[in-house]
Nanobody, 116 residues
């Protein structure tokens, strides 16, 4: 099982980034997917989640209206489009796959830094 995040980097406040998480080794289309982040000295927090079929999404209040989660089950990939980025969005971003009674998988994370 592998979850490989990409797309992180350094961006100025107000800018945009698109994170990708490529999955392999399990039946991606059956799993709910989510993005989480962890800033230095803080606990890991949920950013956004999407159901297995992609019809239902949820977001942390801090990112509503700025971030969009989506998935392409044909490509085994989940995305996080991040717009209007703020310095407080700086964190390591992780993707997670979850299916009841089957387990939870995490990626290794990708660094997002928002700074001028």
């Amino acid at each position: 099982v592998q979850l490989v995040e990409s797309g992180g980097g350094l961006v100025q406040p107000g800018g945009s980034l698109r994170l990708s998480c490529a999955a392999s080794g399990f039946t991606f289309s059956r799993y709910a997917m989510s993005w989480h982040r962890q800033a230095p000295g803080k606990e890991r927090e949920l950013v956004a989640g999407i159901a297995s079929a992609g019809g239902s999404t949820n977001y942390a209040d801090s990112v509503k209206g700025r971030f969009t989660i989506s998935r392409d089950n044909a490509k085994n990939t989940v995305y996080l489009q991040m717009n209007s980025l703020k310095p407080e969005d700086t964190a390591v971003y992780y993707c997670k796959a979850f299916l009841s009674f089957h387990g939870t998988y995490w990626g290794q994370g990708t660094q997002v830094t928002v700074s001028s």
